[in-house]
């Protein structure tokens, strides 16, 4: 449920009724918004909480929260999350762009790449050094090395570190070199994963898994809300349909749905969610006609001799191109990029 707190209460009598909610065997998440606070009470409610919540100091009501997924509700946040990580800035009027390779090859590949996506407007550099593949026997990243070279990027261009990080073990590793930790469509549903980088301490990028729905995804998400970690983007990046044009299928509407059911930030995939190079750069126009916060695009300096997913992948010219129609979009609905 929630404790609405009234509009003139002070901090004290908010950290009195957080402290009153955990007492009660509950999570307490207080969450600012511009005109209220509010505290999320978490857990399983018996019949006399409300009552027992609703007569504390301050409280102006105490109201349930229907959707199953409680902190990532618009329920109990009117107001859009705004996630940010160095320069990158993404939701609440802001359109971030991730860009980057889809793996981490070597020192020249990833730094030319970011300088060049930094000239053309990306404020992160994306990368995988962890590589979720099909095959066993395909390229399965650089690891560490991977993560030292990231690094190295972020400190020659001020760029945010966006990367996967794939099991529990390794988040701490991934955390020391990164600004955001990316969990990937098939760890989605890898809850211990989840609440790990809930408790990491980053903001976690949420890519949706293949075949979960939109209330699955916003479930796996409050794994991560609820170690108290609210910087969370959900990223749509295409799902299985018995269509082979593409391939993944990219669904938009899953922009204003998700803008309608949650307060998170909404990035789109188009690099995965169509599997063909000449299709992102409309998507991806389409994504911010949609009202994506983000975008998180595959781009490599010689896509032909990628190690991984090139055929999806932009080179610097088609970046640029693809930047340009981002922001005649984005102009036209009065935003920028
Ligand atoms: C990636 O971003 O390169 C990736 C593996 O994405 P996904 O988890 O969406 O397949
Ligand atoms: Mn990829």
């Known amino acids: 449920m929630i404790v609405v707190m009234e509009r003139g209460a002070t901090p004290e009598q908010v950290q009195h009724m957080a402290q009153r909610v955990e007492a009660l065997g509950l999570k307490a998440h207080i969450i600012q918004g511009t005109e209220r606070t509010v505290i999320a009470a978490i857990g399983e409610e018996r019949a006399e909480t409300k009552e027992s919540l609703a007569s504390g100091a301050g409280v102006a009501d105490v109201v349930p929260i229907l959707a199953p997924y409680k902190v990532a509700s618009r329920e109990v946040k009117q107001e859009p999350t705004q996630v940010c990580a160095l320069g990158l800035k993404v939701g609440a009027g802001s359109i971030g762009i991730i860009a980057g390779p889809c793996s981490v090859e070597s020192e020249e590949q990833i730094l030319s790449t970011a300088r060049a ?16 593949r099909t095959s066993p026997y395909s390229f399965q990243g650089m690891k560490e090395a991977g993560l030292k070279l990231l690094a190295l990027a972020r400190e020659q261009t001020g760029l945010a570190i966006v990367t996967e990080v794939m099991a529990t073990e390794d988040v701490a590793l991934v955390t020391d070199y990164s600004d955001v930790l990316q969990v990937g469509a098939r ?3 890898n809850y211990r994963l989840l609440e790990s ?93 949609a009202g994506a916060d983000g975008l998180i695009l595959e781009v490599h300096p010689d896509p032909e001799q990628a190690m991984s997913d090139g055929y999806q992948s932009l080179n610097f010219a088609q970046f640029n191109e ?16």
């Open 322 to 337: 693809t930047m340009a129609k981002c922001r005649a979009v984005a102009t036209a609905l009065g935003k920028r990029i």
């Open 197 to 289: 980088v809930g408790r990491a301490g980053k903001p976690v990028l949420l890519k949706r898994g293949p075949s979960a729905t939109m209330e699955e995804l916003l479930l796996a998400a409050e794994y991560i809300l609820n170690e108290g970690n609210l910087n969370v983007m959900l990223c749509e990046r295409g799902i299985r349909t018995f269509e082979s044009h593409t391939r993944f299928t990219l669904p938009l509407a899953s922009v204003p749905y998700l803008h309608h059911k949650t307060h998170l930030p909404i990035v789109i995939d188009p690099s995965h969610g169509t599997g063909h190079t000449y299709l992102v750069p409309d998507m991806a126009a389409a994504s911010i006609a």
């Open 187 to 189: 760890n989605m549903q």
């Open 117 to 132: 996506v930094k000239a053309a407007g990306a404020t992160a550099l994306r990368g995988g050094a962890f590589k979720p």
